[in-house]
């Protein structure tokens, strides 16, 4: 036995699958914790160094998560059955992102009624995006049976300005993620060169401006969980 689970404040009753990366596992508890909503944990493959990365608060950070997490470089993602909130004030459950030494908690999307309710599923990747099931509502209400979803974490640029000497950028993006200005002046040539440094997002739209270079150039946005 590695670990006994104590409702307070280690969490309790964990019902999804654990996740491996190195010697550190890494689970969720669907409820207990320091607020009574679940956790997140890690603890060595020896049962050593047991960890709670995040305690559910319900509202508006989620509560209850019933998936596994998926790891992505340093990042874990996961979905929680409720909390949360949405345009009505009601939780339905959220997807999030979190490093894996407890840092930068992140929501990326709270469900409402047509776009889903109740992610009981854990979430896959390809590419930028990730994909799931919620388990309830939809565009068939009031009954609703369900969804599948997909959450692309590429910001997309919605207005350019080049002027006095500046280049401006608009983008979507998500609140307190990291994003990362950068220019190159050939597509042909491998590398993209920083400008600046990260932007944490305190909006849902973020602008950027920095001097324009003398010469034509490519610009974009880079997601940084």
């Known amino acids: 036995m590695l670990k006994s689970f104590t409702n ?22 669907y409820g207990g914790g320091s607020k009574g909503y679940g956790t997140i944990f890690a603890i060595n493959t020896n049962g050593s160094g047991f960890t709670v990365l995040k305690n559910f608060t319900n509202s508006p950070d989620g509560a209850n998560p019933e998936a596994g997490l998926l790891l992505s470089g340093s990042t874990l993602y996961g979905t929680t059955y409720g909390g949360g909130a949405n345009a009505s004030g009601i939780g339905v459950g959220m997807v999030f992102a979190i490093n894996t030494n407890g840092t930068g908690f992140t929501v990326l999307k709270y469900f409402g009624f047509t776009d889903g309710q ?10 930028d995006a990730l994909y799931g099931t919620a388990y309830a509502a939809g565009n068939n209400l009031p009954t609703g049976y369900g969804v599948v979803f997909k959450i692309s974490l590429t910001p997309k640029i919605q207005t350019t300005i080049v002027a006095g000497g500046q280049i401006s950028l608009g983008w979507t993006a998500i609140l307190n993620s990291n994003y990362q200005f950068q220019y190159t002046t050939n597509l042909t040539q491998a590398g993209w ?4 440094n990260p932007i944490a997002a305190t909006n849902a739209t973020m ?14 946005v880079v997601y940084q969980p």
Not at 118 to 127: D, E, F, N, Q, V
Not at 207 to 220: E, I, K, L, M, T
């Open 207 to 220: 602008s950027v401006s920095f001097p324009a270079p003398d010469q034509q150039g490519f610009y974009r």
């Open 193 to 196: 060169i920083n400008a600046g």
């Open 8 to 29: 307070n404040p280690d969490g309790a009753n964990p019902q999804a699958g654990l996740l491996l990366s190195g010697s550190t596992l890494y689970g969720t508890t």
């Open 118 to 127: 109740h992610p009981m599923a854990g979430l896959i990747s390809s590419g």
